[in-house]
């Protein structure tokens, strides 16, 4: 059998942590400037065209009651989205360690030890 | 920590999110394709007898329909963490959440039925919630007894894209729909494996 060097092994590791946490959080934060905070603008956009039709009487307090809800829920969508995202990115990474775990320890028996 | 501890049972691979289902994938395009051409026709029609409620009644059976069949396949789906813990973390986080639609996702979350829901039959739960109130709408705004602003304001004018994209929404509640069909749109796409080359 090989001689296993932990700091080797640690260091793969590490790097294949980093890598993955890179790639995740990159596409995390060009999620939210180029989908969540369009997306929240526009509702707000909706909400403010509610408030002036109810000001102008084209809308009764019920039926702006209602496309109120209705936004309130869009926004809702958005950010369970984004939590359902967040949770991809980190099973990407927890699968990432795993996956350089896997590889330095079949390395180091010299077999496939881990599938 | 329940998080972990329910994860680390899917062997050498950790499963977070719900499986990736190419039936609601699928399902789920067709849908917000669907809607679009509707709402694009409605936009042509509204105010006018043609877009009276009763005259496009059958187009909200099949929509409802096909958003209860993408909720009950995905409810169906075994695998990853409930999206509660998920908003939960996130919370504990600091990721910022504005106060009242936090409270709005709390409390749906808090229902007995979505307590252990994944993002994805939420999802579909938020769609069929504003599908409804479209619906509901129609059938009191676009009908013969009732002004036709009323129907006007609810489909606003063409072109259908201004309604979809981040410009002047002038139908509050097509837009709403279109948003929550196009979350859960993206949210089956976020979870579908990468293909290997």
Redesign the interface.
């Given at each position: 059998m090989a001689e296993f060097n932990v700091t080797n092994a640690a260091n793969q590791i590490f790097s294949a942590l980093v890598q993955q946490s890179q790639t995740s959080f990159q596409g995390v934060i060009q999620d939210i400037d180029q989908?969540v905070i369009?997306?929240m603008?526009?509702?707000a956009?909706?909400?403010a065209?509610?408030g002036g039709?109810l000001a102008d009487g084209?809308?009764t307090r019920d039926?702006a009651d209602?496309?109120v809800?209705?936004?309130?829920?869009?926004?809702?969508?958005?950010?369970?989205?984004f939590?359902?995202?967040?949770?991809?990115e980190?099973?990407d990474i927890?699968?990432a360690v795993?996956d350089a775990v896997?590889q330095v320890i079949n390395a180091a028996v010299q077999t496939a030890l881990?599938? | 920590m329940s998080i972990l501890i329910s994860v680390m049972t899917a062997g050498c691979t950790v499963q977070l999110t719900a499986p990736y289902s190419s039936d609601i994938d699928t399902a789920a395009s067709s849908l917000q394709s669907d809607f679009l051409k509707f709402a694009a026709n409605m936009q042509m029609i509204a105010g006018t007898p043609k877009g009276y409620y009763e005259q496009q009644s059958s187009q909200y059976s099949d929509f409802e329909a096909r958003l209860a069949v993408i909720k009950m396949r995905s409810e169906s789906l075994s695998g990853g963490v409930a999206c509660g813990q998920a908003l939960e973390a996130a919370k504990k986080a600091k990721i910022p959440m504005a106060g009242q639609i936090e409270d709005s996702v709390s409390t749906a979350l808090s229902e007995p039925a979505t307590s252990n829901a994944s993002c994805i039959t939420i999802l579909a739960g938020l769609a069929q919630n504003n599908m409804e109130r479209l619906r509901g709408q129609h059938e009191l705004r676009c009908n013969p007894t009732a002004k036709p602003v009323l129907c006007t304001t609810l489909f606003s004018a063409p072109p259908i894209f201004n309604i979809i994209v981040a410009g002047p929404s002038e139908a509050p509640v097509v837009s709403a729909v279109a948003i929550t069909l196009n979350e859960l749109v993206g949210a089956e796409r976020d979870i579908k494996p990468a293909s290997k080359e």
């Open positions: 989908h369009p997306t603008a526009s509702i956009r909706s909400l065209v509610i039709r084209t809308y039926i209602v496309e809800a209705a936004q309130i829920d869009a926004a809702a969508a958005v950010i369970v989205r939590a359902n995202r967040i949770l991809k980190i099973q927890i699968n795993i896997k881990i599938a | -």
